[in-house]
């Protein structure tokens, strides 16, 4: 075939590529096309010793991914949600990189299959969600999620990614107007590439905030992991709020 632009992100069919498909037409008839994408890019050589991955907010539907000619991990399958390589190991910091993306607009997965393609709607292809590059430091928070009550408590569990070696976690909450609500509380992560902690504690005053007719009180939580001294890692926000319905009763929303 002839090597040609596309812009990404976009439905391949939509710039001219490819053929319209129904999810409700035969297997037989629909065409399992396939798709390469090619980009070369530059990492900044300021990046090196971070932990750099690539993104993908989503890709319809098989998703094989190489770096500069080598595989950044198992191919993707499922085009509804988002997926990233750890691509470290394969870049050339300060200078050009390759990257190329293979498609299949139909997936090997039969479950895949019946989930996202049998049904009533049009059927595309290509990647038609953002692509980027994410630089973290070595050792970052990965993911955390918290668990608000009615009576004040929070329970916060943090996940890192990178080796922890007892790093401090330190966590904080404080109003959309950057005050703070109630003091901040801490855990040592364990040793690992992967590992987390649960704390509970009690902030604020005697009840959480309160829906009022001009709004909605609305904390803003700050989760913070510490490697060493005072050396900031990384730094999450997420909102959450109580909202008081009665006298006796907070509904927590996240």
Known sequence: GKWTKIPVPSCWECQGFGQYTYGHMKAGERLNESGIYRH???????????????????????????INGKSAGETHQGGYYEFKYDITRLLKFGKENSLEVRVDKSSSNESVVHAEREADFWVFGGIFRPVYLE???SLNIDSFAIDARADGTLKVSVASEGKADGAKIIASVETLDGKAFGKPFEGTL???????????????????GECRPSG????????AARAGADRDVVVGRDPFDYRKIWDDMYLHCN
């Open 190 to 208: 364990g040793e690992g590439k992967f590992a987390g902690f649960d704390r509970q504690v009690r902030v604020g005053a005697d009840r959480p």
């Open 40 to 66: 070369n890019f530059t990492v900044p050589s300021g990046w090196k010793g971070k932990r750099v991955s690539i993104v993908f907010e989503g890709v319809m539907t098989d998703t094989e991914v190489l």
């Open 135 to 137: 630089a973290k430091p």
């Open 216 to 223: 909605t009180f609305l904390d803003d939580r700050p989760v």
